[in-house]
């Protein structure tokens, strides 16, 4: 028998817990089994054939200090205004409102639902067209809450209930993405979405919820798991595939497949090991239907950036391009851009991150459309907290309240949602000398608003977001916030 012919089906079981099935969407699903427990039937809304809507989360995590993407800029009399208020606040944190030539340093935007004038950061341009040209808004003073506080008094006296581990890293990543702070909850928000939307896909080996960064809790349902993949411009390497073992591909995918067809198809009593079975299988017959669709991509005239942020953005817009062959009527994408946690150099950080995020916002935006597809995709930044006001000499630390943005054409854009608070340690909403303030829009309530446009039922709000009801009683033609047109 020669070499090739030696190859046993133990060896192939041994390297394919690292390789062919060993895939994150694989994986994901084996060390999650409570999530593959099959839920009970709930009505939901069903689109009509071309009802397209797809959902893109880009998480900043380390937790952004976002008081500095969206800045005050009204002077007002004698320098007593909201933009003096936030300097003399931030010190050495703060941006100049104009350059020493009498320029404006801050990009001026105008907000249409309030008075109150802004900029954004230099670094941010496109964001800034964007807004102005009416396709993006800014969500004020967002965080995490279990229900609404009004004031520090109802803190202190312990009077409302709080998110758990308030200002740690891994809890409050977790709430943006479970929008449950009361508990430590496996099950995500864009998970239960698809749980409730799954039918409206024809077809089900592709996962609704499709990962750029491998597993993560907000697309975690309680019977849909991510799809993860990597953003090459291959179809034949998205990090999905099956990886040859050496160069004889043919030969060992082909053993592979039948190892994998000849272990998953044994009758097994044992249900952890059908489960296993049904996956693997599942993995092999999704990587087939997905890399047969990207083979189809019509392309696009935008050039992405060659940031990581930028492919996985271009990668998302590919897979948005064939949601025909993939027989996509909902997709949620998720991607996490990381290193945010600037406890020091806060200012050169944001001077070279921001234009990474930037890029990659407007590049995906027209590639959507490049591809007509505008009004149907959303995009939302969601980070784990806001940021102190106040200095700790060359940064900022952890704190609730931060500002996201969302884009789209359907967004109703133009507008910064929410309470944009006076950036004074007396505020009612400040809760210490380091200017940490209490969150006047809920996690809950944006997405919300999003739940309700992606097509959830208002009979199923109550799943896919516990608390809602803590901030928001729905009736016909009313939203949370107020997102969408």
Known sequence: MSEDNTYSRRQFLGQASCAAVGSTAFLSSILNLGMINTAAARPHIIGAPGDYKALVVILLAGGADSHNFLVPTDEGPNNTGPYWNYANLRDDLALPI????????????????????????????????????????????????????????????????????????????????????????????????ADMLKDMNSI????????????????????????????????????????????????????????????????YSNIFQNTYGQLAQQTISSQEIFKTALAKRPGFPTVFSGTNLSQDMRMMADVISVQNFLGANRQIFFTTFGGWDHHDEVINNQERMLPILDNALSEFYNSMEDLGLTEDVTVLTI??????????????????????????????????????????????????????????????????????????????LDYVLPNLSNFYSYSPGTSPIGIFS
């Open 98 to 193: 104009r350059n020493a030539d009498g320029s404006d340093f801050l990009i001026n935007i105008n907000a249409d639902n309030t008075n109150k004038k802004f900029g954004v950061h230099p670094s941010m341009p496109n964001t800034a067209q964007l807004f102005n040209q009416g396709n993006l808004s800014f969500i004020a003073n967002i965080g995490t809450l279990v229900e609404p506080i009004m004031t520090n008094t109802q803190v202190y006296n312990e009077s409302k209930s709080l998110p758990l581990g308030l200002y740690s890293h891994a809890d409050q990543i977790m709430q943006w993405q479970t929008s449950v702070p009361q508990d430590r909850s496996a099950v995500g928000v864009g998970g239960r979405m």
């Open 204 to 267: 089900q080996e592709i996962s609704m919820n499709i990962s750029l960064d491998g597993k993560n809790r907000f697309q975690a349902g309680e019977t849909v798991v991510e799809y993860a993949i990597g953003n090459s411009a291959s179809p034949s390497d998205l990090g999905i595939q099956t990886v040859p073992f050496s160069s004889r591909a043919g030969f060992l995918t082909d053993k592979r497949n039948e190892a994998i067809n000849s272990y998953v198809n044994a009758a």
């Open 383 to 460: 980070s784990d907290f806001g940021r102190t006001l106040t200095s700790n000499g060359n940064g900022s630390d952890h704190a609730w309240g931060g500002n996201s943005m969302v884009l789209g054409g359907a967004v109703n854009g133009r507008n910064v949602f929410g309470s944009y608070p006076d950036m004074l340690l007396s505020n009612v909403l400040n809760l210490d000398e380091r200017g940490r303030f209490i969150p006047t829009t809920s996690v809950d309530e944006l997405y919300g608003d999003i739940a309700l446009w992606f097509g959830v039922s208002p009979n199923d």
